[in-house]
């Protein structure tokens, strides 16, 4: 609770005493609105969400115009390259890997650098009740990230589709089954992405460590446990958030085995409120 503090005008003096206004109560929509006053001031948020949008509709666009022949494939042929094996669905979403890299940077950078410059007291400070600041940082950074991935994904799909069709490659609709459940599922998972980076770097307080965590342990790690592990393991790897994600997307699985696609949109949120009510609860336990 903030109180406001007012000058009245005295005879004797231009500076009259200061008497206290009305107080303002600390409330959720007021931490909301400051957090997006914040996310919105960084210069380096609207590069990172630019920069993720068109990474994803530019190598969707390269993908496709490889798998249609339209380009020389890397290997100097002018056959379909390595793409030409993949639906064209997975072609023009080919960016996801690299978008989904950026947005988890992002999201990590959005739990963690107010610890390092110590801004975080301040913080705090001004809004009591902790687990709020959890929560505003996660609705302002939705407010970001689920625009940016919209226009991406509809910019890749859009790009991607057209460049197939004019080159006489195969297409998919809207309308085919699949089609736009995968699309929204993939922006789904880049802002699932976003929010874990955040609950992990206020859980961790450190950038360069969450960033580690957020890149290695969700996205690296998975794929090389699929690779080498036995298949005795898919059971237990197909609950991770990559393979969860590839239950209603385009993203590969780590091992051969994939949950259903509701199961996969369950056990992906899981993994998002375990990491925000994680982040709650260390927030209020632990000193900043």
Do not use: C
């Not at 609770?1 to 007012?6: A, C, D, I, P, V």
């Not at 890299?101 to 999201?107: A, K, S």
């Not at 085919?176 to 859980?203: E, Q, R």
């Amino acid at each position: 609770m903030t109180t406001t503090l007012e000058r009245t005008p005295d005879s004797a003096s231009s500076a009259g005493p200061i008497v206290a206004g009305p107080a303002r109560r600390q409330t959720l929509g007021r931490a909301i609105r400051a957090e997006w006053i914040k996310i919105r001031s960084l210069r380096g948020t609207w590069i990172g969400m630019a920069a993720a949008a068109v990474v994803m509709i530019g190598f969707g666009a390269i993908a496709s115009a490889v798998s249609s022949g339209s380009i020389a494939s890397p290997d100097g042929g002018d056959g379909p390259g390595p793409f030409g094996d993949t639906g064209p669905l997975s072609t023009v979403l080919t960016g996801s890997t690299f978008a989904v890299l950026l947005i988890g940077v992002l999201g990590s950078l959005a739990g963690a650098r107010e610890y390092g410059s110590r801004m975080i007291v301040a913080t705090v400070a001004s809004v009591p009740r902790r687990w709020q600041v959890v929560v505003a940082k996660t609705v302002a950074l939705a407010f970001v990230v689920v625009p940016t991935a919209l226009v991406a994904v509809i910019g890749a799909y859009s790009a991607g589709m057209g460049i197939l069709s004019a080159n006489g490659a195969a297409t998919v609709s809207l309308n085919d089954d699949g089609v736009l459940t995968s699309l929204l599922g993939m922006v789904g998972y880049l802002a699932a992405i976003a929010l874990l980076g955040l609950g992990m770097g206020v859980l961790l307080r450190n950038v360069a460590g969450t960033i580690g965590v957020v890149v290695g342990g969700i996205m690296i790690l998975p794929n090389i446990a699929g690779a080498l592990l036995p298949d005795s393991w898919d059971t237990a790897l197909r609950f991770l958030p990559s393979s969860a994600a590839s239950a209603f997307t385009e993203v590969g699985a780590a091992g051969g085995s994939t949950l259903s696609a509701g199961a996969g949109v369950a056990v992906l949120a899981a993994w998002v409120v375990a990491a925000l009510v994680a982040a709650m609860a260390t927030m209020h336990r632990r000193d900043v």
